[in-house]
């Protein structure tokens, strides 16, 4: 039995941290025989087979030690067998040894395996395994261990921490009960044979492709949550699984070296030609023009700095790779309960009528089918406009679901959103084996189609509102006819409580929550209906994550639930991630995506680039959270080792020396505000009394956090939701009373509940701008949590885009809206959060998602400079030589040389990146501009100013009908009269060249090329414009050719950037002018 010596007479690896081991002979392992320097077994193989082969200390080449594979290099040894060159063999008799487990954790056996080949010949004893294979699984109790299908056994030696570690070993009698019984291998191999050697290579490459994974630091620590391997079922078959089981969740994928860094090269070089194209700039003045040359320095330094902003923040740029199969295997052992986590799932919705019920119906069936335990899945859907008809298609979904489920698990069908499936133009017989499949299908359609007439009987039957009011069917009145002045409403569709589907089978939990609304109360909007679900779902099932998805967002990867866990689960990095972000796809967009609705440039280049320091930013829908996270409280933080440094002498020659700690200043008059603080307890404790003096399991400094007056004014006033605030991993007592779960469910969504709390504040959806998304996961990353973006190869989640104009215009209009807020208020990142540990880049990237909207101010002033350019014949820049004219061409070829590479590490193409720039000038000259100028009447002289958008009726039936859609807005007014004084510029300018002879189409290059740059950019929106059959409004032409001809002869009377000439002009007239 391996003897380890106790923990203060350990050597630490200097390397990876481990235990350095001991050798064959008993001592410790010792790497280098020259510094001995201490490296464990596993970093020594390694560096032999993967690195210099030589030692970090000394620099000397390791010498081969007993029992090592060869390597090019070694010094060939031919006194010695080839066997034994390759593995430590060692001859010892045959025993076992059987040792009583602490706690009754049952009977382990132990002992070293030994084999006789022969009088003579031993096969021999397989060393200390180089990785530590620990396991998380159920105890088992006593017995022996069974022998697994590939002949391995399981050999237990105590570890550091209290766990097992598990040694595979070669064995081939599969009649052997156990390690008690002598194991004879002379009978079916001799030693030495083929078959014997081919298992011993089977062997040693499943051990060396553990070695490569322990390399990187990727095992989990079950004695982290007290488990070890006694945990393991003991049967010997399940050892492969069981290796596979202990391998990382995920793992991150770098962008190759050969792509990443010609795209670092560029943006440095870019940047240093940014800085001699400014010198130049400003140390040459226009003469004549001294207006318009300042305008342009001032707006093309913004535009530096705000690039600067967005390009950095991509600087480290990675993928993620998920394994799901290893999910499974650790967590959802065969014969057993799953282990996976409870999840939550939150819909909103507000209007049935701008989002029709059918709509929110496939999402939510979507996620009903999800493939996950249904024990574990839990449909929360928020109708924050107390609809009857979305109660009633709520009633409709619960009962369809029923048929739905089952055929999607039956027959594993994708996307399980039955609108997205059946309306697909695909093969739908494509892999499915089953003979009934065509028959169920075929049923199924029928059903859904009736299902669809049923909600849109709904919908035309709420067209027109009863003067009474709406009527439930037992006769009463429908509570939220009063859309503002309604009690909270709750109502338990389907759950653990009788809610089968038509095969028997158990059905997630569906519940329909309405918050209530009272005058004079500000309810907050969606982030008030999110931070409401939040207090319904704890008190109700308090699953310790969630998804949030808007309405016509579904699920199109049934699997998706999975791919997070593999995050948030895993042992080594899950407790320190507060969300897992997905990529938003979207649904019915035209082929060209004219408006850039796909947003790939944002979603597949910028998103992966913060995933490499601190995390992607929360977008607002598909996105799993930690709870605890939610509620404010701060990651767990890794203690710091402790240095040997000194305060005598300078922190570089004895290293950093420890921060003291120095009290927080408290205003006269005013406590210390205490952080919270996360447990780990599991039990449940209703009483606040018990809460105040503090609970067992929980230490001093928590204990005096826990007291009913500090989480009454961080939570609010409800027994139940603050016990469930201090369970980290969720869950619900199995004596609670469903009564008066649902009784205090109801109180907790009272509209009164988060008066003088932290909710919107500190914890929860934060509140005080209408993209309530950035702002809430900018409180996240503040407090030191980590977010991870996951992109699986099938989409997890798929929405609808508005593909018109006006639509797309205003829905960018509410998000820089959103983002003025933000940069208005307290949370602003340029002053919120220093000091805590929120990293510089992603830092970076907060700010500019609150800064970009004003870039449409220098934009729009940049627009009209072409104009001004052409028709006053003057430009922004004096004649350039040759040597400034080589800073221009490698501005713009640094400048196409930094998209190209960008496309070519993120796979995005060059088409969806064209749209993205031209759609940033349409939005930046439109709806940013008009959101700076709301956001500002909106935070400072209190103006409410709404830009609406008016629809106008379209006889287009096609599917892109919404495309040529136009709807009014004054949204379009500001490109529309950019493109029509460019276009009467470029006249202008074409006409006077041709009017003054050649020697004036050579200043004409000029002003031509950034005439066409504008008008090129604001092509699509011109495209958008005209509509399919060119019903421009003409109240649009109106105004643009009103503004555009009020500007010009303003301009011709005005003319501000010239300087002007008193008396008569010598040079051109002579003295007798």
Not at 409 to 421: D, G, L, M, S, T
Not at 543 to 555: E, G, K, Q, T, W
Not at 840 to 863: D, G, H, K, M, V
Not at 1039 to 1048: H, M, Q
């Amino acid at each position: 039995m391996t003897n380890f010596s106790p923990p203060s007479s350990r050597r630490a690896c200097q390397i990876c941290g481990d235990d350095v081991g001991v050798g064959s002979s008993g001592d410790p392992f010792v790497a280098c025989l020259h510094c001995s320097f201490p490296v464990c077994r596993p970093c020594y193989e390694y560096e032999r087979k993967d690195g210099n082969q030589a030692c970090p200390d000394c620099k000397r080449r390791y010498a081969r030690h007993r029992g090592s594979p060869r390597v090019p290099g070694d010094d060939e040894e031919d006194d010695m067998d080839d066997m034994d060159s390759e593995y430590d063999m060692e001859y010892e008799n045959h025993k076992s040894r059987h040792e009583k487990q602490h706690h009754g954790r049952g009977v382990m056996h132990h002992g070293h395996v030994h084999y006789s080949c022969g009088d003579s010949q031993e096969l021999p004893r397989i060393s200390e395994p180089q990785t530590p294979l620990y396991t998380s699984g159920p105890q088992g109790l006593g017995g022996v261990h069974a022998v697994s299908p590939d002949n391995s056994v399981l050999s237990a030696a105590t570890s550091i921490n209290g766990s097992k570690r598990i040694y595979p070993f070669p064995y081939s009698d599969p009649g052997t009960p156990g390690l008690s019984k002598s194991m004879d291998f002379s009978k079916e191999f001799s030693c030495g044979s083929v078959a014997w050697k081919e298992r011993l290579d089977n062997w040693k490459s499943k051990h060396e492709k553990l070695q490569m994974t322990a390399t990187e630091g990727v095992y989990e620590s079950t004695a982290s949550k007290g488990g070890s391997v006694d945990d393991m079922d003991p049967d010997g078959a399940d050892l492969p699984m069981m290796d596979e089981a202990r391998q990382p969740l995920s793992r991150k994928v770098n962008i190759a070296s050969s792509k990443i860094n010609p795209y670092r090269m560029v943006i440095v070089l870019r940047l240093v030609i940014l800085g001699f194209f400014f010198r130049y700039r400003i140390l040459n003045p226009v003469p004549n023009a001294h207006g318009l040359w300042l305008t342009s320095i001032v707006c093309e330094i913004w535009f530096a700095f705000s690039w600067i902003l967005d390009q950095f923040p991509k600087w480290f740029p990675i993928n993620r790779e998920t394994y799901l199969d290893r999910l499974s295997l650790r967590y959802e052992r065969e014969g057993e309960p799953s282990q996976l986590a409870t999840v939550d799932v939150f819909v909103s919705t507000v209007d049935p009528m701008k989002e029709p019920p059918l709509v929110t119906a496939n999402t939510v069936l979507s996620i009903l089918a999800v493939d996950y335990p249904v024990d574990k899945v839990s449909c929360y859907v928020s109708d924050d406009g107390a609809a009857m008809l979305t109660f009633e298609a709520m009633a409709e979904t619960s009962e369809f679901a029923r048929k739905w489920v089952p055929f999607c698990k039956n027959f594993n069908i994708e996307p399980r959103a039955p609108e997205v499936y059946f309306s697909q133009k695909i093969d739908y017989l494509k892999d499915k084996v089953q003979p009934t499949f065509v028959k169920e299908r075929r049923a199924m359609k029928r059903e859904y189609e009736e299902f669809k007439v049923r909600v849109n009987a709904l919908v035309a039957k709420a067209q027109k509102v009863p003067d009474e009011g709406w009527i439930m069917q037992d006769g009463t009145p429908w509570p939220g006819n009063n859309t503002r002045d309604h009690p909270g409403m709750i109502q338990v569709f389907l759950g653990h409580s009788g809610g089968l589907d038509s095969e028997g089978n158990e059905l997630p939990r569906l519940v329909y929550v309405s918050r209530e609304k009272r005058p004079g109360f500000n309810h907050h909007k969606k982030a008030g209906a999110m931070n409401a679900l939040v207090r319904v779902s704890a008190v109700l099932t308090n699953a310790p994550f969630f998804l949030n998805l808007d309405c016509d967002h579904y699920i199109n990867n049934s699997k998706a639930l999975r791919e997070a866990m593999c995050f948030l689960m895993d042992p080594t990095i899950g407790r320190k991630v507060c969300y897992v972000q997905f990529p938003q796809r979207f649904d019915g967009i035209d082929l060209h995506d004219r408006y850039a609705n796909r947003n790939t440039v944002f979603f597949d280049i910028n998103m992966k680039g913060l995933d490499g320091i601190q995390g992607p930013v929360y977008v607002g829908t598909g996105c799993v959270f930690r709870r605890q996270a939610l509620y404010g409280y701060e990651p767990p933080i890794r203690p710091k080792k402790k240095t040997m440094a000194c305060d005598c002498l300078p922190g570089w020659c004895c290293g950093p020396r420890p921060h003291k700690v120095k009290p927080s200043k408290v205003k006269k008059g005013e406590k210390k505000k205490a952080a919270p603080i996360k447990t780990d307890s599991t039990v449940p404790a209703f009483n606040l009394e018990d809460i105040e003096e503090g609970m067992e399991g929980f230490d001093d400094d928590k204990s005096v956090l826990m007291s009913k007056k500090n989480f009454e004014k961080r939570f609010g006033q409800s027994p139940v939701f603050l016990a469930s605030t201090l369970l980290e991993d969720g869950g619900v007592p199995p004596s609670a009373n469903p009564a008066g779960l649902l009784k205090e469910a109801i109180h907790v969504i009272s509209c009164g509940y988060e008066d003088k709390t932290d909710w919107g504040l500190e914890i929860g959806w934060i509140y005080g701008s209408v993209t309530e998304d950035i702002l809430t996961g900018f409180k996240m990353h503040a407090r030191g949590w980590r977010s991870i973006y996951c992109m699986p190869s099938r989409s997890a989640f798929k929405g609808t885009a508005p593909i018109n104009l006006s639509d797309r215009l205003n829905q960018v209009l509410r998000w820089a809206l959103g983002s003025v807020e933000i940069f208005l208020s307290r949370h602003c990142p340029l002053w919120y959060g220093y000091g805590a540990r929120m990293k510089f880049l992603e830092r970076f990237a907060y700010i500019n998602t609150i800064i970009y909207p004003l870039t449409s101010i220098p934009l729009l002033i940049y627009c009209t400079l072409p104009a001004i350019c052409l028709l006053t014949g003057k430009f922004i820049i004096p004649t350039i030589s040759n040597l400034a004219s080589l800073w221009f061409i490698g501005l713009f070829l640094s400048i196409f040389a930094t998209g190209i590479l960008e496309m070519r590490w993120s796979g995005v193409g060059i088409e969806e990146w064209w749209r993205n720039e031209q759609f940033w000038v349409i939005g930046g000259v439109s709806a940013h501009f008009f959101a700076v100028i709301q956001g500002f009447l909106k935070v400072l002289a209190g103006i409410d100013t709404n830009f609406t958008v008016t629809s106008k009726g379209s006889d287009d039936q096609d599917q892109f009908a919404e495309l040529y859609l136009f709807k009014w807005t004054s949204l379009l007014i500001p490109p529309t009269t950019l493109l029509v004084i460019n276009l009467v510029g470029v006249v202008a300018g074409i006409s006077d060249a041709i009017s003054n002879g050649y020697s004036s189409w050579g200043p004409l290059f000029g002003k031509l090329f950034f005439a066409f740059w504008v008008i090129v950019h604001l092509y699509p929106f011109l495209k958008g414009l005209m509509g399919r059959q060119n019903r421009t409004p003409t109240i649009v032409i109106v105004w643009s050719v009103l503004l555009a001809s009020i500007f010009s002869l303003l301009w011709v009377r005005i003319d501000p950037f010239l300087v002007r000439v008193n008396g008569p002009n010598l040079k051109q007239c002579g003295i007798n002018c």
